[in-house]
T-cell receptor, first 111, second 112 residues
Framework: GQQVMQIPQYQHVQEGEDFTTYCNSSTTLSNIQWYKQRPGGHPVFLIQLVKSGEVKKQKRLTFQFGEAKKNSSLHITATQTTDVGTYFCAGQGNQGGKLIFGQGTELSVKP | DADVTQTPRNRITKTGKRIMLECSQTKGHDRMYWYRQDPGLGLRLIYYSFDVKDINKGEISDGYSVSRQAQAKFSLSLESAIPNQTALYFC???????????FGQGTRLTVV
């Protein structure tokens, strides 16, 4: 069945350093979504990518969807303490089916 | 009020007991999901429903059952709770197709 793998599991950075998390699917995806979960909170939607090779930016966050629509990445430039949390990718197969999440990357930022 | 409400928020139960976690939503969405979150394992899909008459097993459905009582309500039951079902459980909803999911606040379940 569809599987979504995400690495790394944890990332500890100094404030101001960059951060990247990677997501890989065992099957071709119709779209990929990214979520952020603050400590003690629930996942909150950040963005959705649909097109092959798509790149989207939200301020310091850059999201990419691979050409084969099987991988994706989230890059944060110059991390801040407000970026702390767990970042999840989630993929849907053909026809917008069930939403399968990766394991998440927990980001901690040292001031 | 939250768009997706889960009850209870916290629950401690004994091994072998039956327990129901409830989820209700006011967003009018057709799709509802139950996930469990464990450290290092991310969010794993237990069951999902694309409309009232549609129920599907997810990745880890063994030991769980669900009921979609109405478009707005989706309940998760543990027929006979066991300690390794101790986890944080999330309900989520989405509109049909390629749209974002909205999560409830979560239910922290401890089975002793």
């Amino acid at each position: 069945g569809q599987q979504v793998m995400q690495i790394p599991q944890y990332q500890h950075v100094q404030e101001g350093e960059d951060f990247t998390t990677y997501c890989n699917s065992s099957t071709t995806l119709s779209n990929i979504q990214w979520y952020k979960q603050r400590p003690g909170g629930h996942p909150v939607f950040l963005i959705q990518l649909v097109k092959s090779g798509e790149v989207k930016k939200q301020k310091r966050l850059t999201f990419q969807f691979g050409e084969a629509k099987k991988n994706s990445s989230l890059h944060i430039t110059a991390t801040q303490t407000t970026d702390v949390g767990t970042y999840f990718c989630a993929g849907q197969g053909n026809q917008g089916g069930k939403l399968i999440f990766g394991q998440g990357t927990e980001l901690s930022v040292k001031p | 009020d939250a768009d997706v409400t889960q009850t209870p928020r916290n629950r401690i139960t004994k091994t072998g007991k039956r327990i129901m976690l409830e989820c209700s939503q006011t967003k009018g969405h057709d799709r509802m999901y139950w996930y469990r979150q464990d450290p290092g394992l991310g969010l794993r899909l237990i069951y999902y429903s694309f409309d009232v008459k549609d129920i599907n097993k997810g990745e880890i459905s063994d030991g769980y059952s669900v009921s979609r009582q109405a478009q707005a309500k989706f309940s998760l039951s543990l027929e006979s709770a066991i300690p390794n079902q101790t986890a944080l459980y999330f309900c989520a909803t989405s509109d049909s197709g390629y749209t974002e999911a909205f999560f409830g606040q979560g239910t922290r379940l401890t089975v002793v």
